[in-house]
């Protein structure tokens, strides 16, 4: 059921062999740059000699399925491309215009973008010439259930005036970020999951303000986290993406291809992990025997193997049925997936931080790095519990269709 089309297994060939000969070499030129600026959201060369390379090879816009803008690949053709780029995280999705949250940005743009939006904001993103940031999390609320967002989007006569606080505005600080996705209220007295709508605004925006970068377990990460703040923001009717009260809608578009992208990329950043543990195990010595000899070692590996390749079978159903029977009809799994993929991922490098000794938890190894951001995916497209919440619904319904339905709506 998984084997791979003759297109995608092209693609992947040459996504690896990109991989060897030019994303894996790139990574200490990549550490050399960012530390040589002392600016930790410095765009540095290498990144667009990376992209040069990458559209020379015709690996750009992988994630694409629609045949206008990108290969065309379905997301079962394009999770294992996506594996192969989460070992290096830091680079092979930007390399290949693959990056979150331009990717979802980008459908949205697509599916639901006006010409307008097309031309200004689709085509360049489409091109690796801008970046882009969608902004939906507010720090006043728990933004786990969206229907607690605050930011107001106001109808004044051919424009809507827009105000709140939003954080974790995933890209914002980016040197290339240009536009923004904007999830606000436009209606308070609508339906609870119609009074939501997203918007373009572009970053310049007067009223726009960036008001600083949320670090990661300590990490400034290159692209940002922004807390953003928008005072009295003043954008045309035009900015509207579909209709008013669409917000839910919208998102629930988004976040089904984008879960599969962050799953299969944790999924390769664990084998990645593995392949560290296991060179490290082999070529360090303790009480005279090396460290691979040791039977807890030899249990961490195999069950290393054994997670990775659940997690992995998992997605990979998951994307199947998102191509055959719809994003609807695979919402269990694509929530399961969700859960499962980092807590597999975490625990493979755990265990490689173990092996490694201190050198796991510093910077000499990308270990302590992938495990902050790992770690992060428990929270990002929404917490373990919020998805679990839908898994539980799901199955109680299945064996009670009528269970809950007034008092837990299955948002």
């Known amino acids: 059921m998984f084997e791979l089309s003759e297109k995608a297994q092209r693609y992947r060939d040459d996504l690896l062999a990109f991989m060897d000969e030019h994303i894996y070499p790139a990574e200490s030129v990549y550490e050399a740059q960012m530390a040589e600026a002392g600016d930790p959201h410095f765009q540095p060369p290498i990144i667009e000699e990376l992209k040069t390379e990458a559209r020379k090879r015709g690996l750009w816009n992988l994630f694409h ?4 803008w990108g290969p065309g690949l379905t997301n079962s053709e394009y999770a294992p491309l996506a594996e192969i780029m989460g070992r290096s995280a830091h680079l092979a999705p930007e390399a290949t215009n693959c990056s979150a949250p331009d990717t979802g940005n980008m459908e949205v743009l697509t599916l639901f973008g006006t010409d307008e939006h097309k031309r200004e904001w689709l085509a360049p993103l489409l091109a690796g010439d801008i970046r882009s940031a969608f902004a939906m999390t507010e720090p006043a609320v728990a933004s786990s259930d969206a229907t607690n967002i605050q930011l107001r989007m106001d109808r004044d006569g051919d424009d809507y005036v827009l105000n709140g606080r939003k954080w974790w505005t995933s890209n914002a600080l980016h040197r290339n970020c240009k536009v923004l996705i904007v999830m606000g209220k436009t209606d308070l007295d609508a339906p609870v999951h119609r009074q939501q709508s997203m918007m373009v605004v572009p970053l310049d925006t007067p009223g726009v303000t960036v008001v600083r970068g949320l670090p990661v377990f300590g990490y400034q990460d290159r692209e940002g986290h922004a807390e953003v703040v928008f005072e009295n923001v003043r954008v045309p ?19 089904g291809p984008g ?32 460290v691979a000899n040791r039977a ?8 290393s193997r054994i997670d990775i390749e659940m997690a992995r079978l998992l997605t990979l159903k998951a994307a199947y049925l998102m191509d055959t029977v719809g994003n609807k009809n695979a919402r269990t799994e694509i929530a399961a997936i969700k859960v499962a993929a980092p807590q597999v991922a975490l625990k493979v490098i755990d265990r490689a931080i173990q092996v490694h000794g201190g050198g796991g938890v510093s910077d000499d190894f990308p270990l302590a790095s992938m495990y902050a951001h790992v770690r992060t995916l428990r929270l990002a497209d929404g917490p373990d519990e919020v998805h679990k919440r839908t898994i539980a ?19």
């Open 65 to 68: 399925p629609h045949p206008e």
């Open 237 to 255: 009717r035009t900015a509207l993406l579909a209709g008013e009260g669409d917000g839910f809608m919208i998102s629930q578009a988004r976040l």
């Open 259 to 290: 879960r599969i992208h962050h799953c299969m990329r944790a999924i390769g950043m664990a084998e990645r992990a593995l392949d560290l543990m296991i060179d490290r195990a082999q070529s360090r010595t303790t009480f005279g025997e090396p």
């Open 296 to 303: 807890n070692i030899q249990d961490w590996i195999a069950e």
């Open 393 to 411: 619904q799901r199955e109680l319904r299945r064996r009670d269709p009528s269970w809950g339905r007034k008092a837990l709506p299955d948002n």
